[in-house]
């Protein structure tokens, strides 16, 4: 398995980073990049950083499970993650998490039919200040409304 | 001389190491600090919080499994606060446990249950949702069932650290945490089933016991593996004559709780659809059952009439059996003909050690050896035992290994590395403490005496273990079935144009060889209709180790007793057959008894003048052999068997050849990062 | 463009460069006494920088609070091994942003701290432990270490002193545990994030079992100025045993919510009503979060304080990692626990049995509550079952679940009483 050049650059040179024989340490950081690309963590993807950490198979797959951004299935295009907790929580985030619902059609770490948007309810994710905060795949949006998350989503709808 | 300190526990003044856990400090004085995940000679979790007790001067519940004992330290196990910290988190542990006792396995032998009964939390104040997960089978003999699951990792450890297989892992986190397979939704391993019996719970069971019977409805026999020469001490679990499961809980025996694949599942063959159940006496071409009485009468008129003899003796029946019949063959017979398949060149080794009775290694020696040397042996497959002391020899006491062998050996894990030359290796070795070394069929003759002569000019002490493959081959060897004062080997008899009789016991030597001689009258005691068998002029059927009382002597030349755990019908024990055949021909071999004649071989076998106290109870040491042992014609060869194989008996088991792994598989994993 | 506008009441230390065009480039930074801490700390023994820190009363910002200057002294400086300085970059307790913006706008701040770091404890190596939704920062952070390295401020033989480090970015994959040093060790190995026992404690065997110094981002930002301007100044901007400024992540019911740089000490207060601008439509203040949701609430009326780590262990809560969430009359602190509980059950690793199922049981038991079925005898069984964990579990997330419960079941009881539904419904 192998993977764009720009990828494959960084996992040689994060390779690196660790002491000798600590190859291992590069698991998890791989396995998120990695995911970026795949779109899933796939059984041969575990196998394939498995390989390049030479460790177990078994080793790379009991940390998939444990890691929340870590996930076997594909997400949407667009991963939207709504903050529900307390600082998100006290300025609406569970209304806006609700409206989300609505306005995507779909639950819980759902994906539209369309693959095009996938909803997940997270917890604090670092913008208590500025909440109600949503984060679309790796970019933060703060003191989002509902009516903030419809133009957000609609905006990457006529992106396509 | 250990540092001992005092402490306080319960108000007893007690003594302990230094460095001692507290856990153990109190078993030692008979007080119990309960624990799921804390087990001896396995790494430290801290993770069930069953062992928290109170430690004067300090603020929290102290972990007992983790605290080292520390001089005037003052402990309470029984505080009503320590026995409110029981009761909840045993009430948390069974808020997601399925209150299913009535259909599990473990009923009966559970530790959970136990810690319920005597630490409280009998009725729950939990009155939510539990989480569910259908249960899975990963192999044929492992079945795992998440939700009975405590998470004490006992499982992963005793797959990683006691066998070095690395087959299972944990997956997600929090209350959905899940013990996991290493080959995502099944297990590729030893099978050893060892993850199974030390589960406290029925979170996993094994797929040829499941749901047969309540542990308390069996008989529980102690007897010894027949699969291979280490002698593991497997306690068969016995209901209306059928062996339902084997396991050693009991830890009686040189094994301690270990059991490998064949010692805990491969008991079937005694029940195999194929097993002889009556004489049969040839008619032509076919076989016709007849009489126990017309079989003995047949074969007692063809020996008295005398002529050429060959005599092939078993590895696996008892020192009893094979002494009567060295006695038959010698005394009764007047021949020196008799043989077995031998898998080591015991001959030449005791005659290398010429008398040093220091020199053999038991199998404690590779448990405690500063340092092992494999020759020629893939330890892991071939000796499981001997394996698993030299792995917890290197976890407990940092031992070094190291590996003489033709192909990769799991042993290389945990190696100290391959040496590029033997003269590499003899500096590394010089460096030891003291050295065990063990070496295969491949090491014999001139080969043997010079790795014998390598050892002793290392200049530290040194042990040794010729590796013979079955589980009485030394004990064959030791009693005499082999071709001594110019006897013929077992291919000198095949050969021989003018053999008149062939007698073959509980062996198979026509496998793949053919005999010469067309007149031979051929007599076969057996469990199954061999290809020696089928040769035979008259078969009879025999007991199987775990048919029989008795000895055997185990690679490491430790005497154990075999305890008979079911009776087969239509079957004697070989012991009784040889009775029975000297009485018909009015010869005078001595009472037929295996205690009688035990006492015989006491009194007359070189190194067997063993305490019985000691027999009783577990393994006796024998010395080797004295003076010089005469080299011995014919070949000496390995079976070459894998951990699921065992000769013929494997063949004849149905869960054995139901769990055969590509051995390579074994060897996956990588080294500890 | 900031996320929120500063306050004229903050003392700008740690912030000073928020706000300045391109704030985190090195120019920015070298035009700002960048680096000249290092310089000055490289003429400095090992013995001397660790003084300075210890004089600093300088204590952990990443929630326990433990004094910097006594950690570093615990690292055996001249042992053998190599030695590691990790920087606990997870920010993941509720009601913390702060690492965030002491990253994106002054990254080679903490890059200097942590230079100082390890001339103090003989280290060559460092990797940053950034949570992994922080991927903009990682690559931020990634283009900032490649800048100072292209102008000799990482590497070999930094700015000609002859001292050499090699500084590197690790990212997590979405685990609150991970933030628990010991768990974020094992993580940084590969592992899944499960605490360890101590000891041993990570000064001595932490990363690859090497002498391992960690930190919160905050801590090492800290150092540049303790080191320039000496520890003593530091301390005074501070209370007694509570050294300096810290950045107070104000949340929740406030008018102007943002992270605002405050001296220990500060009245807790006055940085609600002017600092964060009050509570809006005039409403009361019922209760305050002090230092993220693992420290036990207050009421209003506990609040007339000022916030150092003593004082609010006095009281019987903590000043935690700054996360302070205000809560004003109108909130529902049964849906509030509720919500915390989630959290906790969610990011449970699951090693221990009291936390994990501690945690789920208490989350099951408010949800029923707060969806219509509770019952009297609930809210005593909150309260013991969260007793039950205190204490008792491996490591300190399941009592970071069960105080602020503890807290909320004591001071708040009248909030549940209107799940209860009465027996006679119940059936
Ligand atoms: C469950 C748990 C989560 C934690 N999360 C963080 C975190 O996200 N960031 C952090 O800096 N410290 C966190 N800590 C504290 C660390 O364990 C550690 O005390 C700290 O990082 C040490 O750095 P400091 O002394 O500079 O504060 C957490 C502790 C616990 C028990
Ligand atoms: S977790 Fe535990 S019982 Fe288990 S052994 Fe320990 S703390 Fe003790
Ligand atoms: S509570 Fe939502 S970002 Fe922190």
């Known amino acids: 398995m192998t993977f764009s050049p720009a990828l494959e650059k960084r996992f040689s040179e994060m390779l690196t980073r660790y002491p000798a024989g600590k190859q291992r340490s590069a698991v998890i950081p791989m396995l998120i990049y990695a995911q970026d690309e795949v779109g899933a963590i796939t059984p041969e993807l575990i196998d394939e950083v498995a390989r390049r950490c030479s460790v177990a198979p078994l080793q790379v797959d009991e940390v998939v499970g444990y890691y929340s951004m870590l996930h076997r299935k594909p997400q949407g295009k667009h991963h939207v993650q709504v903050c529900t907790n307390i600082s998100c929580m006290l300025v609406g985030g569970e209304e806006l998490y609700e409206h989300a619902k609505k306005k995507l059609g779909i639950g819980h770490k759902e994906v539209t039919s369309d693959g095009q948007f996938s909803l997940e309810e997270v917890e604090c994710m670092g913008a208590c200040s500025w909440a109600p905060a949503v984060e679309i795949n790796y970019d933060f949006h703060h003191f989002i409304t509902p009516e903030k998350l419809d133009q957000l989503i609609d905006a990457l709808r006529k992106k396509q | 001389m250990p540092e001992l300190v005092k402490l306080t526990i319960d108000g007893k003044p007690v003594e302990a190491e230094k460095g001692t856990l507290l856990i153990e400090a109190a078993r030692q004085n008979g007080i119990e600090i309960p624990a799921f995940c804390y087990y001896e000679g396995l790494t430290l979790q801290a993770a069930c919080r069953m062992c928290l007790v109170e430690v004067e001067k300090t603020p929290k519940l102290q972990v007992g499994c983790t605290l080292p004992v520390a001089e005037g330290m003052i402990v309470h196990t029984d505080s009503p606060l320590v026995k409110e910290a029981r009761k909840g988190t045993l009430e948390f542990l069974l808020t997601n446990h399925p209150l299913d006792c009535p259909v599990c396995d473990k009923g009966g032998e559970c530790e959970l249950q136990d810690m319920v009964f005597r630490y409280g939390a009998g009725e729950s104040r939990f009155t939510e949702r539990k989480v569910h997960v259908d249960e899975k089978q990963w192999s044929p003999v492992v079945f795992f069932d998440a939700p009975r699951c405590i998470l004490c990792y006992r499982c992963v450890r005793i797959c990683n650290e006691g066998m070095g297989v690395n087959a299972l892992g944990v997956s997600n986190r929090g209350v959905v945490s899940e013990i996991v397979p290493n080959h995502h939704d099944h297990l590729e391993c030893d099978e050893c089933g060892a993850c199974i019996d030390i589960c406290p719970v029925g979170a996993l069971t094994s797929g040829i016991y499941r749901y047969q019977t309540r542990p308390w409805e069996m008989e529980h026999v102690g007897t010894i593996c027949t699969h291979c020469s280490d002698g593991c001490r497997t306690t068969l679990g016995v209901r209306n004559g059928k062996i339902i499961r084997g396991n050693n809980r009991d830890r009686s025996g040189i094994n301690g709780e270990f059991l490998c694949v064949k010692g805990r599942y491969g008991f079937d063959f005694v029940e195999h659809p194929e097993r002889l159940q009556s004489p049969m006496m040839r008619v032509g071409d076919s076989f016709e059952p007849v009489s126990w009485t017309k079989a003995i009468e047949e074969i007692s008129a063809r020996f008295s009439q005398g002529g050429k003899f060959g005599i092939v003796g078993s590895n696996h029946t008892t020192n009893e059996e094979n002494f009567f019949l060295a006695k038959f063959a010698r005394q009764g017979l007047g021949t020196n003909n008799i043989d077995h398949h031998r898998t080591g060149d015991l001959a030449t080794f005791f005659d290398a050690l010429s008398g040093r009775n220091d020199a053999l290694a038991t199998t404690d020696d590779l448990y405690n050896a500063a340092a092992v040397l494999i020759v020629g042996n893939d330890l892991s497959q071939q000796h499981p035992l001997l394996a698993f002391q030299a792995r917890a020899n290197v976890r407990h006491h940092q031992a070094h290994i190291y590996t003489v062998t033709s192909g990769p050996v799991r042993e290389d894990h945990y190696s100290t590395g391959r040496a590029s030359n033997v003269e590499a290796l003899r500096d590394q070795l010089k460096a030891e403490k003291n050295l065990v070394i063990v070496f295969g069929d491949s090491v014999q003759g001139e080969a043997l005496r010079k790795l014998v002569a390598f050892g002793d000019s290392l200049g530290i002490p040194v042990k040794y273990a010729c590796l013979v493959d079955y589980s009485n081959s030394r004990g064959a060897f030791d009693m005499g079935v082999v071709p001594r004062d110019g006897g013929m080997s077992i291919d000198q008899m095949l050969a021989a144009p003018d053999l008149d009789v062939l007698w073959v016991v509980g062996a198979n030597p026509l496998k793949n060889a053919s005999l010469v001689s067309q007149k031979a009258f051929v007599v076969v005691q057996d469990l199954f209709m061999t290809e020696t068998a089928r040769r035979a002029d008259i078969v009879l059927p025999a007991a199987s180790a775990y048919e029989k009382n008795g000895t055997v002597t185990n690679v490491c030349g430790e005497v154990q007793k075999l305890k008979q755990a079911l009776k087969v019908m239509g079957a004697k024990t070989d012991l009784e057959i040889f009775g029975l055949i000297a009485k018909e021909m009015g010869l005078n071999l001595g009472i037929w008894l295996p205690d009688k004649v035990f006492e015989e071989i006491r009194k007359t076998v070189h190194g067997y003048n063993v305490p019985l106290a000691v027999m009783a109870t577990g393994a006796a040491p024998t010395l080797p052999l004295n003076g010089r042992v005469a080299a011995l014609p014919g070949v000496i060869q390995s079976a070459g068997d894998t951990l699921f194989t065992s000769g013929s008996l494997s063949r004849y088991s149905k869960i054995l050849n139901s769990v055969m792994e590509a051995p390579g598989e074994l060897y996956g994993g990588t080294k500890e990062q | ?427």
């Open chain 3, 1 to 427: 463009m900031l996320y929120n506008e500063p306050s004229p009441l903050e003392t700008r230390i740690l912030s000073k460069r928020f706000g300045m065009p391109n704030s985190a480039s090195l120019d920015t930074y070298l035009a700002t006494d960048g680096f000249k801490a290092f310089r000055k700390a490289r003429e400095m023994s090992p013995e001397q920088i660790i003084d300075e820190v210890k004089a600093s009363a300088l204590r952990g910002r990443g929630g326990a609070g433990f004094p910097t200057g006594l950690k570093w002294s615990f690292v055996p400086r001249t042992s053998p091994k190599p030695k590691y300085i990790i920087v606990n970059a997870d920010e993941s307790e509720p009601g913390t942003c702060k690492d965030r913006l002491l990253m994106e706008y002054d990254p080679l701040q903490m890059i200097e701290g942590i230079l100082i770091a390890s001339l103090a404890v003989d280290a060559h190596h460092g990797y940053i432990y950034i949570r992994g939704e922080y991927r903009y920062l990682i690559e931020s952070i990634d283009r900032a270490l490649a800048e100072a390295y292209s102008k000799g401020y990482l590497g070999k033989n930094i700015v000609g002193t002859g001292w050499d480090f090699d500084l590197y970015t690790h990212s997590g994959a979405g685990a609150y545990e991970c933030g628990e040093e010991t768990a974020l060790l094992d993580s940084i190995e590969g592992k899944r994030g499960v605490p360890r026992m101590k000891p041993p404690f990570p000064a001595v065997a932490g990363a690859w079992a090497s002498p391992t110094l960690l930190n919160n981002v905050e801590t090492y930002s800290a150092i540049p100025y303790i080191i320039n301007e000496g520890g003593k100044a530091f301390a005074d901007l501070g209370t007694p045993k509570n050294g300096g400024t810290r950045l107070v992540c104000i949340s929740g019911h406030v008018n102007k919510p943002g992270v605002y740089e405050l001296p220990l000490g500060y009245p807790m207060m006055k940085a609600i009503n002017e600092v964060a601008g009050g509570i809006p439509h005039g409403r009361k203040l019922k209760a305050v979060v002090p230092g993220g949701s693992s420290c036990p609430i207050l009421r209003a009326d506990e609040c007339d304080i000022p916030m150092d780590y003593d004082t609010l262990a006095k009281i019987g809560s903590m000043l935690g990692s700054g996360g302070m969430v205000v809560m004003d009359e109108t909130t529902d602190m049964a849906r509030v626990a509720l919500r915390i509980m989630r959290f906790y059950a969610h990011e449970s690793c699951g090693w221990c049995i009291p936390c994990r199922e501690g945690t789920t049981w208490l989350k099951k038991i408010l949800t029923r509550m707060v969806e219509g079925n509770g019952r009297r005898e609930d809210v005593p069984l909150l309260k013991e079952l969260s007793v039950n964990m205190l204490g008792r579990t491996f490591c300190a997330l399941g009592d970071a679940a069960a105080m602020p419960t503890i807290s909320i079941v004591d001071k708040f009881a009248a909030d549940f009483e209107k799940y209860i539904v009465p027996e006679a419904v119940l059936v």
